[in-house]
């Protein structure tokens, strides 16, 4: 099947600084892309859709200044959490579409 | 949008024995419908999925059954193994966006756990 790559898996950074990951589609193009966040125990949740080579689509009570979100490729999307906080502590993937949705790894973020 | 709901959020079955997920999805324009299995720190994977040209669709253990007209589909899993245990969501993709492009709601998931 086709492979989205996410990285870093898991990553621990400071209170205030950024973080970004990134989401590639290693077998396809895709022009748009999808961000996710996974709080423990609980369901995944659209954040965004990320299209490429525009802006991207936000989902209700996410703040778009604070998740950069960059389609730059076919087969590149980056998501920067900016001045992260501690609530910002989460589990993100992304997924691209092909013949279904392709899931990257997961990116563990904690924010101390 | 697009509104998931499934049920049980937990199930708990003996070794051997058959488990029952249910979901329910609000648009009737949805035509598509996958369930995944995620492990603890890992992506979901996707297990089985049934598009709304078909009522039901089986692979070996596992069967995903779906009723259009009541907005409802299930996951079946027969003879459960310890393997098995994982949580389990629904979901199902925004119809606006057209066929193609999966953008997912999910269903808050089942923790599926079998005792040997």
């Known amino acids: 099947g086709a492979v989205v790559s996410q990285h870093p898996s898991w990553v621990i950074c400071k209170s205030g600084t950024s973080v970004k990951i990134e989401c590639r589609s290693l077998?396809?193009?895709?022009?748009?892309m999808f961000w996710y966040r996974q709080f423990p125990k609980q369901s995944l949740m659209l954040m965004a859709t990320?299209?490429?080579?525009?802006?991207?689509?936000?989902e209700q009570g996410v703040e778009k200044d604070k998740f950069l979100i960059n389609h730059a490729s076919l087969t590149l999307s980056t998501l920067t959490v900016t001045s992260a906080h501690p609530e910002d502590s989460s589990f993100y993937i992304c997924?691209?579409?092909?013949?279904?949705?392709?899931f990257g790894q997961g990116t563990r973020l904690t924010v101390v | 949008g697009e509104n998931v709901e499934q049920h049980p959020s937990t199930l708990s079955v003996q070794e051997g024995d058959s488990a029952v997920i249910k979901c329910t999805y609000s648009d009737s324009a949805s035509n598509y419908f996958p369930w995944y299995k995620q492990e603890l720190g890992k992506r979901p994977q996707l297990i089985i999925d049934i598009r709304s040209n078909v009522g039901e669709k089986k692979d070996q253990r596992i069967a995903v059954t779906l009723n259009k007209t009541a907005k409802h589909f299930s996951l079946h899993i027969t003879e459960t193994q310890p393997e098995d245990s994982a949580v389990y969501f629904c979901a199902a993709p925004n119809p606006r966006l057209g066929a193609g492009s999966y953008q997912l709601t999910f269903g808050k998931g089942t923790k599926l756990s079998v005792i040997p």
């Open positions: 990320s299209n490429e080579g525009s802006k991207a689509t936000y």
């Open positions: 997924s691209a579409s092909y013949t279904e949705a392709f």
């Open positions: 077998d396809f193009q895709a022009t748009t």
